[in-house]
């Protein structure tokens, strides 16, 4: 009984033993799909548990990620994102402050004059003046 269970190493005639080994399938564990998905959303009211529900973990699972990936929370990830592109904003020439705020997620513009001195460490006023993209002078041009 035994000799039908062993079988040859190797193959007469030098071909080599075939053992398929498929590759197994491995999910993408990382949060780039999750952020990608935040980044469209950033002037809808999101929040750490949606951020969680869209990564189909647990607001704590999401924590220790995105403290492993980012070495940040997800809260403070958010408002960065929505403070830089409150900044873009800006950049662009966007004049009203409540506009901004509301495009970026931010809120209010008080919430936006709070949150862009302690990110970027200026007012929007002052941050406009020194990177907004001004056109130039058709008179200096001449």
Do not use: I, K
Request: one cysteine or more.
């Amino acid at each position: 009984m035994s000799r039908r269970l062993v079988f040859a190493v190797h193959r007469d005639g030098g071909q080599r033993q075939f053992v398929e080994r498929p590759v197994p399938a491995v999910a993408d564990l990382s949060l780039a799909p999750v952020l990608a998905w935040a980044q469209q959303r950033l002037s809808e009211p999101l929040t750490v548990a949606d951020l969680a529900a869209r990564a189909a973990v647990s607001p704590a699972t999401l924590h220790r990620r995105f403290h492993a990936e980012l070495a940040t929370t997800p809260l403070a990830w958010l408002t960065a994102e929505r403070v830089t592109l409150a900044c873009r904003l800006l950049e662009r020439g966007e004049n009203r402050l409540d506009v901004v705020a509301r495009t970026s997620g931010l809120g209010t513009a008080s919430n936006l004059r709070t949150r862009m001195r302690r990110h970027v460490g200026l007012s929007p006023a002052a941050y406009r003046q020194r990177f907004a993209a001004t056109p130039q002078d058709p008179v200096a041009a001449s």
